[in-house]
């Protein structure tokens, strides 16, 4: 019954190796964002697709790219990662015309070695 | 600009007591939403509440309440009964016309037996 589904729930990487993590929904939302959560802070927005349109937060740095290749799929790439890019990235979706109301995936834990 | 605040940074109570999570927001929107969530120790983000800008009136949900107040700008939270397995971090959200939820810096709950 999952809706918004984030694989995998951990993931190791090295320092510097790119990695990948992904979300897919079910509820066929036209939004989607991706947030990155450190610990013991509130989750900040990195992006958010409105349909195709891709929207970067100011504050995103360069390393964090994403892509949506369709309306179910979105991917959050983390070209060369820093001891600082451990955290938690949750995805979320939401339906425009449905008012705000955004569907959180479980999140993807990523610790940098 | 937007901005939440929650004050209190952790909170610890005894099983069976009461407790309000305050939280303060302000935003020059006429319209807008506010948002409860829990993030328990596995990480997920779990939604509480949305409740709009126009609507004031309280809320109750079995052991969860929720008062709006405009004048104040507050939407506390009270847990009436508390539970052990209401420990977790509750973070308070504001999202305007622009899609993006801010989040308060959250409120860390202990509830001890």
């Known amino acids: 019954d999952a809706m918004v589904i984030q694989n995998p729930r951990y993931q190791v990487t090295q320092f510097g190796k790119p990695v990948t993590l992904s979300c897919s929904q079910t509820?066929?939302?036209?939004?989607m964002y991706w947030y990155q959560q450190k610990s013991s802070q509130a989750p900040k927005l990195l992006f958010h697709?409105?349909?195709?349109?891709?929207?970067n937060e100011a504050d995103t740095p360069d390393n964090f790219q994403s892509r949506r290749p369709n309306t179910s799929f979105c991917f959050l790439d983390i070209r060369s990662p820093g001891l600082g890019d451990a955290a938690m990235y949750l995805c979320?979706?939401?339906?425009?015309?449905?008012?705000?109301?955004?569907?959180f995936g479980d999140g993807t834990r990523l610790s940098i070695l | 600009a937007q901005k939440v605040t929650q004050a209190q940074t952790e909170i610890s109570v005894v099983e069976k007591e009461d407790v309000t999570l305050d939280c303060v927001y302000e935003?020059?929107?006429?319209?807008?939403?506010l948002f409860w969530y829990k993030q328990p120790p596995s990480g997920e983000l779990v939604f509480l509440i949305r409740?709009?800008?126009?609507?004031?009136q309280n809320e109750i949900s079995g052991r969860y309440s929720w008062n709006f107040q405009k004048s104040t700008s507050s939407f506390n939270f009270t847990i009436t009964a508390s539970q052990v397995v209401d420990s977790a971090v509750y973070f308070c959200?504001?999202?305007?016309?622009?899609?993006?939820?801010?989040f308060g810096s959250g409120t860390r709950l202990l509830v001890r037996p």
């Open positions: 509820l066929n939302h036209n939004v």
């Open positions: 979320a979706t939401s339906r425009d015309w449905e008012g705000p109301l955004q569907h």
């Open positions: 697709y409105y349909d195709k349109d891709f929207n």
């Open positions: 959200a504001l999202e305007d016309s622009s899609y993006k939820l801010i």
């Open positions: 409740r709009n800008s126009f609507d004031e």
């Open positions: 935003t020059r929107d006429t319209t807008y939403y």
